[in-house]
């Protein structure tokens, strides 16, 4: 196939990320989730601190959360000399849609898909799980118990939820934002990794 992209949105617990590194060892391409925060800070010059307080799994406020912090890097994207989330995603997006026009590659979060939108030949999936299923992967993942896995599954699904949702004007995990939402308790991880390929080779072959 010519160079394409997969964007991957995930609830935690899912196995998104897993599935993501999956898909790319079968296709020969590189999975990006957390290298784009430190591709970022290397592409700007700025402190990686500065990304992961931006990030998608921090609390986010729908007025764009000034964090506070003073640069002399640039005057664009700057409010009363404070660095704003929307300059810190413009630099993140520019890293990602820069990677899309080199190589084929997966991307895991991250509005990814939003900001490819125009990008002819984007496969964009959401991966969802069963809670019990959730439960028991982070539960094991880090060790933790079954109710502080719930509890740590639903504040970082609300804070992805409003990272997406502020970005993209629309709405994470509804099945009219994505070409494919799929359920990886139905086949497992590897399970779902073929069902994902095989829909995304069948969508990007050549007429």
Known sequence: MDKFVITIGRQLGSG???IGEELA????????????????SQESGL???FFEQADEKTRFSIFGGLLGLRSS????GYVNNYLCNEYLFKIQSDVIRHLADEQSCIFVGRCADYILREYPRCINVFI????KD???RICDNQ???AGKAKELIERTDKKRAGYYNYYSNKTWGMAASYHLCINSSVFGISGTADYIQDFVEKSLVKP
């Open 16 to 18: 998104g990320k897993k």
């Open 25 to 40: 060892a079968r296709f020969g391409i590189s999975c990006y989730d957390k290298e784009l925060i430190q591709m970022a």
């Open 47 to 49: 402190g990686r601190e």
């Open 73 to 76: 890097y640039m005057d664009e």
């Open 128 to 131: 969802s799980a069963e809670m």
């Open 134 to 136: 959730r439960i028991r």
């Open 143 to 145: 060790q933790i118990s």
